[in-house]
């Protein structure tokens, strides 16, 4: 987390109320946040899940005995020697119920989140006899964290090189492509398409709750995220789903040598935990109310509505517009409902965050995703008490 996106003047906000205080809301828990306490929507800390998961109650539970997984090692067949073969099983299941990723063919790389992952990827795509380090650029607005991703082991073999869009050097690059983006909800596709290049497909927000799913995407690298996906990011569970075997290799040396390996305590109950997942995402409708997908699509559309009405009041800000687009997941037309608040303060406001933090709202500025201070995220996971305090403040603005 440390200098990430959760991690850099982001802890959680001091005056957010701990669990003791809260009251029962139909397996969820409101609160009301005192007037004056710092709402932090800088992070994408994604709290929105946990009346889902208190509804299902013990159906995740799992029970590890003080003798079992003691050892290092997960499986001998595998090349990813440390994946615990009950999180492989339920990473391919996931997909398959989905539709969102091809996972035949693949070999799967589990890390510490995928930040972890994001660094494996660029040890492993840059060639170590290279004259210069490898560029690495991704279009902007771009996830804050790759240009310190890139850049905080000052590695030899790669360098950060900025926005894609004036990327005009010669020899290899690494392109990072995030789609749905982060800041931005916008689907995307590589922007240098030259040769040399290696895309690498960051996935973490490409499921049903923040957008329509039409296709299963089989790119030769793809990072998905169990933070994003069922908002167990303490759990700190990222896979890779990777073609190229020998990749797939020195990703795995370079988790290795970084940390011998995944914590299977994490690695078992995210199994457990994406298994669920998969087996309610196949009821629509069900009175149980155990198909994750929907519950973060009608939470994420509800907010996104408050959100566009607000905003509209204000006439202060301006919200990116999303496509209506067939989902085959849901089997309907329906617009993405992005993880975070693509939000443009209009004319004379010229630092949004500065915006938000005289109402003290914790938001980040457009600058840390390589564009403009005129824009801001917003975190759209928060809890209930979180987003509502957000819309309260934002209709005081008027
Ligand atoms: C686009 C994107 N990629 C990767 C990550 C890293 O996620 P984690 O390390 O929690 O798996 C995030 C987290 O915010 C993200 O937004």
């Given amino acids: 987390m440390g200098g990430t996106d959760q991690g850099r003047a982001t802890r959680r906000s001091p005056a957010t109320p701990n669990d003791t205080d809260g009251k029962e809301n139909g397996g969820g828990v409101t609160r009301n946040l005192p007037s004056d306490a710092v709402i932090n929507l800088d992070h994408g800390d994604p709290t929105m899940y946990e009346p889902f998961w208190r509804k299902l109650g013990d159906k995740c539970t799992i029970v590890i005995k003080g003798y079992e997984h003691l050892s290092y090692f997960s499986s001998n067949k595998n090349p990813c020697w440390f994946l615990e073969p009950k999180l492989e099983d339920s990473i391919r299941s996931l997909h398959g119920a989905v539709g969102n990723a091809e996972t035949d063919g693949y070999t799967i790389v589990v890390g510490t989140g995928s930040s972890q992952l994001l660094q494996s990827v660029l040890y492993a795509v840059s060639p170590p006899d290279q004259p210069n380090p490898m560029n690495v650029v991704s279009a902007a607005p771009y996830y804050s964290c790759y240009p310190e991703t890139a850049d905080i082991v000052r590695s030899g073999v790669y360098k950060w090189a900025g926005d894609a869009h004036g990327f005009d050097k010669d020899g290899p690059y690494i392109e990072f492509v995030t789609s749905p983006n982060n800041p931005n909800g916008v689907i995307r596709g590589p922007v240098v398409n030259r040769d040399g ?3 690498v497909h960051d996935l973490a927000y490409y499921w049903p709750q923040y957008t329509p799913i039409t296709s299963s995407l089989d790119f030769d690298i793809m990072l998905f995220t169990a933070s994003k996906c069922t908002g167990h990011a303490g759990s700190r569970i990222g896979w890779a789903l990777v073609k190229d075997k020998d990749i797939a290799k020195r990703m795995v040396n370079f988790m290795t040598v970084t940390s011998i390996g995944v914590s299977k305590e994490s690695q078992l109950r995210v199994a457990k935990i994406l298994q669920v997942v998969a087996d309610g ?44 687009q067939h989902c085959n997941y849901f089997g309907d037309l329906t617009q993405a409902h992005p993880g975070f608040a693509w939000i443009k303060c209009n004319d004379g406001m010229e630092d949004c965050e500065e915006v938000f933090k005289g109402s003290k709202i914790l938001v980040r500025s457009g600058r840390r995703f390589g564009s403009d201070p005129g824009y ?13 305090g957000f819309i309260d403040r934002l209709s005081s603005m008027i």
């Fill in 376 to 388: 801001a995220r917003v975190s759209m996971m928060s809890k209930d008490d979180e987003f509502n």
């Fill in 281 to 324: 995402c196949k009821r629509f409708g069900s009175p149980d109310g155990d198909n994750l997908f929907e519950f973060g699509r009608n939470m994420m559309a509800k907010r996104w509505e408050i959100l566009r009405e607000t905003v509209k009041k204000t006439q202060m800000f301006t919200l990116p517009k999303y496509p209506l």
């Fill in 197 to 199: 290049g290696i895309v």
